[in-house]
């Protein structure tokens, strides 16, 4: 079944800790990305990549690193996680740089006490 | 920045009336303009797009307009289904860049 995948789902953590959330897609996409959404403030860019150790920052990179060393994979790392972290997070991909249709992830809860 | 406004923030309507959500962009650059669909719980999903060499899209009951001189672009959903509830995002993108700017949503509600 062709799908994006983001693990964990749920995680709770606390300020300073290093996380990271892994995502992987199984479809051979080029382009994929990272979202997060906050109420009221809809999708918001943080990160992209238009294909292997090619990353740009989106909108809001701040307090947020990725790697691309495999085409599948696209993890998302926060070296010292804040409150102001807290949020659900998306992670999505798409066939090829060029615009396509973005499939998304489940997404990730987060929450940073 | 770029930016990407979108309004309403929410919206009733009774089934069987249209709805309409309309989405103004900063950045005369862009040239692809995806809506997305989110049930709630769910991920966004693609409902409809459209590139800046078409003026208007349809595909059955939902049908997106782009304005490149007044740079906005408008989603209308026409006899709307209690399954239609959902929030709404529309976004801009730019070739070249492809970067994803997106609105902050609406939230439609279908009354039966």
């Known amino acids: 079944e062709a799908q994006v995948t983001q693990n964990p789902r749920y995680l709770i953590t606390v300020t300073g800790k290093k996380l990271t959330v892994t995502c992987s897609q199984n479809m051979n996409h080029e382009y994929m990305s990272w979202y997060r959404q906050d109420p009221g403030l809809g999708l918001r860019q943080i990160y992209y990549?238009?294909?292997?150790?090619?990353?740009d920052k989106g909108d809001v990179p701040e307090g947020y690193k990725v790697s691309r060393k495999e085409k599948r994979n696209f993890p998302l790392i926060l070296e010292s996680p804040s409150p102001n972290q807290t949020s659900l997070y998306f992670c999505?991909?798409?066939?090829?740089?060029?615009?396509?249709?973005?499939?998304f992830g489940p997404g990730t809860r987060l929450t940073v006490t | 920045g770029e930016n990407v406004e979108q309004h309403p923030s929410t919206l009733s309507v009774q089934e069987g009336d249209s709805a309409v959500i309309k989405c103004t962009y900063s950045?005369?650059?862009?040239?692809?303009f995806p809506w997305y669909k989110q049930e709630l719980g769910k991920r966004p999903q693609l409902i409809i797009d459209?590139?800046?060499?078409?003026g208007e899209k349809k595909d059955q009951r939902i049908a997106v307009t782009l304005n490149k001189t007044a740079k906005h672009f408008s989603l209308h959903i026409t006899e709307t289904q209690p399954e239609d509830s959902a929030v709404y995002f529309c976004a801009a993108s730019t070739s070249g860049t492809y970067k994803y700017i997106f609105g902050t949503g609406t939230r439609l509600k279908v009354l039966a």
């Open positions: 990549s238009m294909n292997v150790e090619v990353t």
């Open positions: 950045d005369s650059a862009s040239n692809y």
């Open positions: 459209i590139r800046s060499n078409v």
């Open positions: 999505a991909s798409s066939l090829s740089t060029g615009h396509y249709e973005q499939y």
